[in-house]
């Protein structure tokens, strides 16, 4: 047998093949244009081919892309101050390549902070969340049925009911080294967590004696209106993952920790070969010099106002919800379908449940094409709705 595709079948079949982008723009092997509202699921932020992140990949590829991380490079250091600046300070960063890559980071220091021979390993997630899709981090990832394929998974990882409380204060055992939650759950439907849920595990943490781990793969970086979105809550976490935004799509992951967590690590713990190399370090400090110029948080919360303001009346539109520019919009239509007719009509979306589309536009949108967005979609769930009843 042959197969039709030298790609594997992890993906549904490509709907269309993209060949170029530019800002908030798509262009398809037929010079088709698409105006882009989900930036590669949050990681475009800048849009596509920003000029400063192309200029700054030319010039590093020309200078140095790799020499191991027995050496050091200049822009990974200054990478690393910038974020740790963002997050408030006190802390330092291991790079990786992914985001998965930096939840194992995450999950590899709690166990060496807990002091994993002292039986202190586990890692308490939530159900719903996303964190990766290795063997750890598809274990952390508390969607039983995406698990059950790949058994037995790495032993560690217990989950509790999203935004409870008590099932958390339940769950945390002396065998538990850390929390790990999302503040917004992406790929769980776009679910923002309370305020009042943030700060109730901040402080069940501290009285347990775990770690507070925040992953911010997809909601960093400027991505919900705060450089990260558990600034909304005003909590401080004790370790930070992040990843999606932070290359504008160079693949690049870091694991933030507090200096004095961080320091479970000693030489040898922990390494990766392309984690941290110039040419994703050298993206990134392009991408974080022109999210700081931009106030990217800023925009991101005039983006949620926007799109909330032109769709949350419009006919089959049930909800609104997210923080930032990371949306979800409920309709009473099959989302699929919805998301499939937006793509016919050159829009790009996704259904991030069956009744809920995925909004995650590039922070440099301009209004006129984010509202030409936000039309589109209102003009196509009334369509579908009138169809329905014909
Ligand atoms: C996308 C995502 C990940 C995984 O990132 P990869 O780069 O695909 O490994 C982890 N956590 C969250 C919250 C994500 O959205």
């Not at 308490?124 to 750890?136: E, I, K, N």
């Amino acid at each position: 047998m042959t197969a039709s595709s030298p790609l594997m079948s992890t993906y549904p079949p490509a709907p269309v093949t993209f060949v170029r982008g530019e800002g908030s723009w798509l262009y398809d092997d037929t010079g088709r244009a698409y105006l882009d509202l989900l930036s590669g699921l949050a990681v475009t932020s800048l849009g596509h081919s920003h000029p400063d992140v192309a200029d700054a990949l030319a010039e590093q590829a020309r200078t140095l892309l790799h020499v191991s991380n027995l050496f050091g490079t200049v822009p990974g250091p200054q990478v690393a101050a910038t974020l740790d600046r963002l997050l408030g300070g006190g802390g330092q960063v291991f790079f990786a390549n992914s985001g998965a890559e930096a939840n194992e980071c995450a999950i590899k220091l709690a166990r060496r902070w807990a002091g994993a021979p002292a039986g202190r390993y586990k890692v308490v997630s939530a159900l719903g969340s996303f964190h990766g899709r290795t063997l750890a981090t598809l274990h952390a990832t508390g969607q039983p049925a995406k698990h059950e394929p790949f058994q037995p998974l790495p032993d560690g990882f217990v989950h509790v009911a999203w935004d409870d409380l008590d099932a958390l204060a339940a769950a945390i055992d002396p065998s538990v080294a850390a929390v790990l939650l999302e503040p917004v759950q992406g790929e769980g439907g776009v679910n923002p967590a309370t305020v009042e849920y943030f700060r109730g595990v901040r402080d069940l943490c501290d009285e347990r004696g775990v770690l507070f781990m925040v992953d911010e793969v997809q909601t960093g970086l400027g991505r919900c209106g705060a450089w990260f979105a558990h600034q909304h809550f005003g909590v401080v976490p004790d370790v930070v993952t992040m990843a999606k935004a932070l290359g504008n799509g160079v693949p690049i992951g870091a694991c933030w920790a507090r200096a004095d967590v961080a320091a479970a690590f000693e030489p040898g713990d922990h390494a990766t070969t392309y984690g941290g190399q110039p040419l994703a370090t050298a993206a990134a400090r392009a991408v974080l010099a022109v999210m700081e110029d931009r106030d990217v948080p800023a925009r991101a919360r005039h983006i949620g106002e926007v799109v909330a303001s032109e769709l949350t009346a419009a006919p089959g539109v049930l909800d609104v919800r997210g923080l930032g520019a990371l949306i979800a919009v409920e309709v009473a239509v099959d989302a699929r379908q919805l998301c499939s007719e937006l793509l016919g009509r050159g829009v790009v979306v996704n259904a991030v449940t069956p009744t809920a589309l995925r909004l995650a536009p590039s922070l440099l949108i301009d209004d006129a094409e984010l509202r030409s967005g936000t039309s589109s979609i209102a003009e196509t769930v009334a369509e579908i709705l009138e169809g329905d009843e014909n």
